[in-house]
């Protein structure tokens, strides 16, 4: 489960930390963006949640798309700036993760002397790094640092391509393993093709009408104008060329939103969305995100109805003796 970071959105720590505690098993995806922390202090929040969630830590670092956004929080570097402040923020996190001696840092963005933590993750070496972004600023940093690469869903030959920059940029960073892949959806399924069409559609209306009205939530959040990181411009130009691509991937959703990070939705029955999740577990997703628009009621239908079949064919090809080792299925509300 994504816990997500914005400017005016609850703090989603001490909320992972409580859900950690009440549940055993959800492994917890927390968003942190470097610019409101400092690395010394953000790698301790790390550590403490790992502890207190028995190893079911991941850290998604966000670096920031929009200037405005970050500008709210006193962030005033360029974007270019900020890929360079995180990728030296998650090297200090991981070397405080992993470093029991105390050690100094002369930097370009931090500078600090003779540190060493007290709280150790229970994840050895450290828990994973999950990182997103679409531009080549991103692919650099994230290539060589993320053990995770986020993506948001696009149809399958651009998906490919994004897998593929990640690749490269992984192997310009010398790593020989690359990153793994994560793709994430926003789901509308029902028990017809027919109903599932027309709950799409619900959908879009719904946004459009929720945006005419002011929402401040969704002005905030659905941008007006121009979004200026690349990954919501891919979008918008995707659904600006097709509505439909492949089996089930349906724009509009996206076009909506102004292409607001994770839009674009997968229309159909749980067996089509679930046909449609594994045509890109076969393209080299391991892990799949989904998102429903009305939050509570899909992810239980998600959950019946496409992780199963998701897993049992997931299973299926592992079992065929699929190069690749097993996918995972995370859900993100
Ligand atoms: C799965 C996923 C989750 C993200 N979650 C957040 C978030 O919670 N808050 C946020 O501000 N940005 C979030 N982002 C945005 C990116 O981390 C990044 O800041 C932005 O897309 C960079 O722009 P770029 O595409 O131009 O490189 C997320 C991205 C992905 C792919």
New binding site residues.
């Given amino acids: 489960m994504?816990?997500?970071?914005?400017?005016g959105?609850p703090d989603?720590a001490p909320a992972a930390a409580y859900i950690a505690s009440r549940l055993d098993r959800l492994q917890i995806?927390l968003?942190h963006?470097p610019n409101v922390s400092y690395p010394t202090f953000a790698a301790k929040t790390f550590a403490t949640l790992d502890r207190i969630s028995d190893g079911r830590l991941t850290v998604?670092?966000?670096?920031?798309?929009?200037d405005h956004?970050q500008r709210r929080e006193g962030d005033t570097l360029t974007?270019d700036e900020r890929?360079s402040r995180t990728r030296e923020y998650i090297d200090i996190v991981k070397r405080i993760w992993t470093s029991h001696e105390p050690f100094d840092h002369e930097g370009e963005h931090y500078r600090f002397h003779d540190f060493v933590s007290d709280v150790f993750p229970v994840q050895q070496p450290k828990p994973d790094v999950?990182?997103?972004?679409?531009?080549a600023?991103?692919?650099a940093a994230g290539g060589a640092e993320a053990d995770i690469y986020?993506?948001?869903g696009e149809p399958l030959e651009k998906t490919a391509e994004q897998i593929e920059a990640v690749k490269a940029a992984a192997r310009a960073a010398g790593r020989t393993t690359p990153p793994r892949i994560?793709v994430?959806f926003r789901p509308i399924i029902a028990p017809t093709e027919e109903l599932a069409w027309e709950k799409a559609h619900r959908t879009v209306d719904a946004i459009k009408a929720r945006k005419e009205k002011g929402e401040p939530a969704v002005v905030r959040h659905h941008r007006r104008g121009d979004p200026?990181?690349?990954?919501?411009?891919?979008l918008i130009s995707i659904a600006q060329s097709g509505e439909r691509y492949d089996r089930a991937l349906w724009t509009p959703t996206a076009a909506a939103t102004g292409g607001a990070?994770?839009s674009n939705a997968l229309v159909g029955t749980p067996e089509t969305v679930a046909q449609a999740l594994l045509d890109y577990y076969d393209l080299g997703v391991d892990i799949i995100?989904a998102r429903g628009y009305d939050l509570l009621g899909d992810a239980i239908d998600f959950g019946r109805h496409v992780i199963p079949l998701v897993r049992e064919e997931v299973a299926k090809r592992d079992a065929e003796g699929a190069a690749r080792g097993p996918g995972t299925l995370v859900e993100?509300v």
């Fill in positions: 994504l816990f997500a970071y914005g400017s959105s989603p995806l968003a963006r998604h670092f966000i670096t920031g798309g929009s956004e974007k890929y999950s990182f997103g972004g679409s531009s600023a991103a692919y986020a993506l948001w994560q994430a200026e990181n690349t990954g919501s411009q891919r990070g994770n995100s993100a």
